[in-house]
C-alpha cells in the first residue's frame, strides 16, 4: 500500500520560512520523480517543484529562488524549504510520487497560510 504523507505546514508571517516534508513508503522511493504541488481556495492545483531520481530540479517561476526542494532516498523523505514567504503562497501543499510509466500517487496535503 502507497503513502505519502505530508507534514510541515503553519501559520506564518509573510517574509518567514517553513519546511515541508513527505514521508513515502510503499514504493522504490528512489526510483521516482517526487513533486510538491499546491491548490489555493478557488484555484487549480499547480506545480511548485520536481526533483527526479537523479536530482535534476524544477522550480514554478512564481517560487524560484525562494524554494528548495530535496530529498533524503535514505528516509524516503522529500522536503520542500520555503523562504521568504509570501501571502500568495498561502495553499494546500500536496507531494506527488511519479514512476518512469507515469503511474502517480498523492499525498493528504498540508495547509501552510502566510499572514500577518
Known amino acids: 500500500q502507497v503513502q505519502l504523507v505530508e507534514s510541515g505546514g503553519a501559520l506564518v508571517q509573510p517574509g518567514g520560512s517553513l519546511r515541508l516534508s513527505c514521508a513515502a513508503s510503499?514504493?522504490?522511493?528512489?526510483?521516482?520523480?517526487m513533486g510538491w504541488y499546491r491548490q489555493a481556495p478557488g484555484k487549480q492545483r499547480e506545480l511548485v517543484a520536481t526533483?527526479?531520481?537523479?536530482?535534476?530540479?524544477y522550480y514554478a517561476d512564481s517560487v524560484k529562488g525562494r524554494f528548495t526542494i530535496s530529498r533524503d532516498n535514505a528516509e524516503n523523505t522529500v522536503y520542500l524549504l520555503m523562504n521568504s514567504l509570501k501571502p500568495e503562497d498561502t495553499a494546500v501543499y500536496y507531494c506527488?510520487?511519479?514512476?518512469?510509466?507515469?503511474?502517480?500517487?498523492w499525498g493528504r496535503g498540508t495547509q501552510v497560510t502566510v499572514s500577518s
Open positions: 526533483i527526479t531520481s537523479s536530482r535534476s530540479t
Open positions: 510503499g514504493i522504490i522511493f528512489s526510483m521516482y520523480t
Open positions: 506527488k510520487a511519479i514512476d518512469v510509466s507515469a503511474t502517480s500517487y
